[in-house]
């Protein structure tokens, strides 16, 4: 050790070093915290939340049963028992809906595969809960979930491109295209 | 009479003293928690009362109404005794610190010393006895635990307060050859008259500031504070000697460890910043304000360590426990022996 290195360990150098650095932080200060319950950052708008199903706006709702949801989710989250439409044989719909949300790992494969957009995710995620049965969601508790969050709903999609060829023709209480 | 008046002034006193520290530690506790948020950009506690200042009256709630736990297989009564045995070394040697001017007061034919319970001519050598007292409740807290946590951090804390006790004992050996007192009262009243004659700066003689640092470096040990916090380390040892601990008992071990770092800064106030004296005259006020600014400049000298406490906390990490050793054996030692030797013969020459 030189005479320079010496002096800088008889005088704490270093620690000094270090002392001034923390000094500056408090006379500087500059708090990062979030005060989170009380402050809440805003979230990206494709923050992948809460999942919810939707419906259109004249309150029918989206999914047509089809399971592609179930299929394409990596957890096994998504149960679907999908039946016809009492009445209407063409068309199917999701008797029974389940979300088994403990598992779920926010993905976003089952809005992805959803073919006529009926799932969605919302920007919610204070679900927090003291019974882990609360997780698991229903139909009509996916559906609330989707009516708080989605105000504004699509239209049919009938109605969305009314020139283009649409395969659902069983409806008979839509207007017709005519002839 | 006379025993009545006494045993009823000192009682007081006694009181005054415990409740004015006990205060001082509610204190601490959020001024170490916000210090430290402070300086690592945080904001420290902010949900109990506006900005968090009633953080201690609930973590006081918190801890009176916790169960208290004595784990299977440990030694019941060590367990219980080495809480106390850990505190009332602590607060007990406040007893000897002048906290203000050595007046004397005559009340109804006893003479009282308001600002100092007992000034008794060895109060040096006392707080050191009862320094020692300390360690026996951390070893026995951790020995009794039935844990083997508890037990490393006993021993950490027996081999480092024992080394680190040498040395605080070393360092001071030069302040009181320059008062040749060991009455804490003859030495605060040895440094009157401006901060030149504190001794840390001791005009005309031997400057204490080597022994100063050493004092201080050997007293953060001794308090078990960050960077010597081995006996605790929490990333090691859990909580080390008090990782059984919990309710009262655990807060009682809290008390005394903040208790310790008053007690101390109090000692290095006393021994090497003048005690109450202000570092000017003028700043003293006139004889009847003595008693206001001698409080006060004491207690802004000990809240000045015990922010350097909190700042050595924020910035420095824990030493490993080799290093703690050599650091304490190789270099603070030699330097607390050679500070005595220079002290001397300075003295000698310039008496």
């Known amino acids: 050790m030189n005479l320079k290195e010496w002096i800088k360990t008889l005088t704490f150098y270093e620690i000094l070093l270090g002392m001034k650095a923390t000094m500056s932080h408090l006379l500087h200060y500059k708090p990062i915290t979030l005060q989170y319950p009380h402050e809440k950052r805003a979230l990206p708008s494709n923050y992948r939340g809460m999942l919810a199903l939707l419906r259109y706006d004249d309150g029918t709702e989206k999914c047509v049963g ?21 009445g209407e044989p063409t068309k199917r719909y999701s008797k029974e809906y389940y979300m088994d949300m403990t598992r779920c790992l926010f993905c976003g494969l089952c809005v992805k595969a959803c073919p006529v957009d009926a799932l ?39 109605f969305q491109h009314p020139n283009v060829a649409y395969f659902n023709v069983g409806f008979k209480d839509i207007p017709q295209k005519e002839a | 009479m006379d025993t009545g008046i006494r045993l009823a002034l000192t009682l007081g006193q006694i009181g005054a003293v415990m409740v004015a520290v006990l205060l001082t530690v509610a204190l601490l506790t959020l001024l170490e928690r916000k210090v430290l948020g402070w300086m690592q950009d945080r904001m420290g506690p902010m949900e109990v009362g506006p900005y968090g200042i009633l953080q201690p009256v609930a973590d006081g709630l918190k801890l009176f109404f916790k169960e208290d736990i004595i784990p299977a297989g440990a030694n019941k009564f060590m367990f219980s005794l080495a809480p106390v045995l850990s505190l009332v070394p602590a607060l007990i040697g406040f007893a000897v610190i002048p906290f203000g001017p050595d007046w004397t007061v005559d009340v109804g034919g006893v003479n009282f010393k308001p600002f100092v319970i007992t000034d008794i001519n060895i109060g040096i050598l006392y707080i050191l006895a009862f320094a020692s007292i300390g360690a026996y409740g951390i070893i026995l807290g951790g020995w009794s635990s039935n844990s083997k946590y508890s037990l490393l951090g006993g021993l950490r804390s027996a081999a480092q307060l024992i080394s680190y006790e040498l040395n605080v004992g070393l360092s001071i050996v030069g302040v009181l050859l320059l008062s040749s007192s060991l009455s804490l009262v003859t030495i605060t009243n040895a440094q009157a008259g401006g901060f030149w004659n504190w001794y840390f700066f001791a005009w005309g003689s031997f400057p204490q500031a080597i022994a100063f640092v050493v004092f201080i470096i050997s007293a953060v040990a001794e308090t078990n504070r960050t960077p010597f916090d081995l006996p605790e380390a929490e990333s090691e040892l859990v909580a080390g000697f008090f990782t059984e601990y919990s ?70 990490p824990r030493l490993r426990y080799d290093q703690l050793m050599r650091f304490g054996w190789k270099v603070l030692l030699p330097i607390a022996l050679g500070n005595i030797v220079l002290t001397a013969i300075v003295e000698y020459i310039f008496p």
Request: proline share 4%; glycine share 6%.
């Open chain 2, 247 to 316: 309710g009262m008992r655990f807060a009682f071990f809290f008390l005394a460890e903040y208790g310790n770092m008053i007690l101390v800064s109090c000692v290095a106030t006393v021994l090497f910043f003048g005690g109450w004296h202000a570092p000017f005259e003028f700043l003293q006020g006139p004889e009847s304000l003595h008693w206001l600014t001698g409080m006060f400049w004491f207690t802004f000298k000990v809240y000045g360590f015990l922010f350097l406490f909190f700042w050595l906390r924020a910035t420095l």
């Open chain 1, 120 to 158: 969605g995710m919302t920007q919610e995620y204070e679900w927090a809960v003291y019974d882990k049965r609360q997780l698991q969601l229903n139909k009509q508790q996916l559906l609330a979930i989707g009516d708080r969050n989605f105000p504004v709903r699509e239209k049919r999609l009938e």
């Open chain 1, 66 to 86: 089809c399971d592609l949801c179930e299929a394409a989710c990596p957890s096994r989250v998504i149960r679907v028992v999908s039946s016809e439409v009492p």
